[in-house]
């Protein structure tokens, strides 16, 4: 099947009809963005799709995964993107996100290649599969881990962020190893908010986890890691 091109052409004629110059240039300069924006900020964003899919709810899933792809590989602004990734995770689609669309959330990491797609992918999806497939899922992100594509090891790093203690600990230390030495700005904040997030619920692991650890961990990593230790100790 096809993707839901009224959908799509709802999409783009919402952004067209809300665009904001003044704003789209100050986040295009903010994330660096080679492809300009509509000036649409998440609020109206969210709006937006919320309309969308209440016009055009689906009851396919090859016609979903169809139309989260044209938003994707054929945007000609960022905010399409985003809304690619927003109807990709809407509630509504929850049945259609099983294991088998993980090839999907990949594409999107790595052409996507930047921290604002693949944030939103790995603590959100990647999570989201990883909960309901642990087993198939923590193979995928070893996989990941030592790859070569850099925005997939950070994914594998981060996938966990905000699981507090439901945390497969083996798992997220696993994927940490092959990047303790990686000189990358995103990997090395990548470790640190991964332990950072896990801190929250488990602290003396994370304290543990960068004493055995601080010659191999970079400045930023550790820094990171323990940036909120005084205040969970004050909490508890």
């Known amino acids: ?27 295009r300069a903010y994330m660096k963005s080679e492809m300009p924006y509509r000036g649409v900020q998440k609020p109206a964003r969210r709006k937006l799709v919320n309309a969308a899919l209440r016009a055009h709810p689906f009851d396919d899933k090859t016609v979903w995964q169809s139309t989260v792809f044209e938003l994707w590989r054929s945007a000609e602004y960022r905010e399409e993107r985003y809304i690619a990734l927003d109807i990709a995770g809407a509630p509504s689609c929850r049945a259609f996100r099983t294991l088998d669309t993980l090839p999907m959330f990949e594409e999107f990491v790595v052409t996507g290649a930047w921290w604002d797609y693949v944030d ?16 198939d899922m923590a193979g995928q992100m070893r996989s990941w881990s030592h790859g070569e594509d850099m925005w997939k090891r950070r994914s594998s790093i981060i996938c966990q962020i905000n699981r507090k203690d439901q945390t497969d600990l083996d798992l997220l230390f696993d994927c940490i190893e092959p990047n303790l030495s990686h000189t990358d700005f995103f990997i090395r904040k990548g470790i640190g908010w991964a332990l950072r997030s896990l801190a929250w619920t488990d602290l003396a692991t994370v304290e543990d986890y960068v004493a055995r650890n601080r010659d191999r961990l970079s400045t930023l990593s550790a820094r990171e890691a323990l940036k909120n230790a005084a205040k969970i100790r004050r909490s508890s």
Do not use: C, F, W
């Not at 099947?1 to 999409?11: H, P, R, S, Y």
């Open 120 to 135: 939103d992918v790995a603590t959100h999806r990647l999570r989201e599969l990883l909960e309901h497939y642990p087993s």
């Open 1 to 27: 099947m096809t993707a839901n091109t009224q959908l799509v052409d709802d999409i783009r004629r919402a952004l067209a009809d809300n665009a904001n110059p003044g704003k789209a240039e100050g986040m």
